[in-house]
């Protein structure tokens, strides 16, 4: 793995991780077309630099998470059902996480979803005044991030989905979505590294300079999206992003259609 490799891996991971358009996805599709996508530190590189993007979302809204306890406890509801079904569906999980033709599916699918979710949700924009979360939602919007483990579905769409099923405006529920990342992504995050520490243990030099640019890179840039992805959803809704995933999706399956090999196993 190169530094180039690192840092193009480091921008995939800021510019799609709180987008709607699947991290994972792009993750996959990246490292696949640099050709080192079986390789094992480049899965560890790909798990380890969430944590820049994970303190993007620190910065940003650092204000509200010092806002109130409560803040915590609706994030802890959300986080429990994503928690104890990935514990529970782990090697499920894993097996999928090779399989761009799953990848490719959830993308279409959930382009599908998002070209209508301005329609459907519109009243949601027209409220008097910002509908607050209970915790039977936020229980509700995380178990609906669940679906997100399966690689391409994007835990963003899956948790602004969710929080505009209860409500809430899109600003509301991409912040929502934010906050949640942060318990998600850390848990997930050392979780995949406590798997892989005999890799992390044996890295070199070298490979811990790539882990450090790698995680710098993904938090300036994950800094930068977020801070655009809200304006412009307030302005553009989903449409262009529902767009986005059916073109890619169905890039995807065609070029498998021609017997091009995309799987990343092997």
């Known amino acids: 793995m190169t530094f180039i490799d690192a840092i193009v891996l480091a921008i995939v991971e800021g510019l799609t991780e709180f987008l709607p358009i699947s991290s994972t996805g792009h993750m996959i599709i990246a490292a696949k077309l640099m050709g080192n996508a079986t390789d094992d530190f480049v899965k560890l590189f790909i798990v380890a630099i969430q944590f820049g993007a994970i303190l993007s979302v620190v910065l940003v809204y650092f204000k509200r998470f010092l806002q109130s306890f409560k803040f915590y406890l609706l994030l802890g ?7 104890i079904i990935g514990l529970l569906a782990k090697k499920h999980i894993d097996a999928l996480l090779e399989n761009v033709m799953v990848v490719a599916w959830s993308l279409l699918i959930g ?5 209508f979710a301005d329609r459907f949700f519109a009243e949601n924009e027209n409220q008097s005044e910002e509908k607050q979360l209970s915790y039977k939602s936020a229980i509700l919007i995380g178990t609906i991030q669940s679906l997100a483990m399966i690689p391409g579905v994007s835990r963003s769409a899956a948790t602004i989905i969710g929080g505009l099923s209860q409500k809430l405006t899109r600003k509301a529920a991409a912040e929502f979505s934010f906050f949640l990342a942060v318990p998600t992504m850390f848990a997930a995050t050392l979780k995949s590294l406590y798997d892989q520490k005999e890799l992390l243990l044996k890295s070199n030099g070298n490979e811990w300079m790539l882990l450090l640019v790698g995680n710098v890179v993904a938090f300036v840039v994950a800094y930068l999206a977020i801070k655009s992805f809200i304006s412009f959803l307030q302005k553009k809704g989903f449409r262009i992003f529902g767009w986005y995933r059916i073109v890619l999706g169905a890039v995807l399956l065609l070029l498998m259609a021609l017997g091009i090999d995309l799987q990343m196993a092997g």
Not at 77 to 83: D, L, N, R, W
């Open 111 to 115: 382009g599908v979803v998002l070209l």
């Open 77 to 83: 509801a959300a986080f429990i059902p994503t928690g």
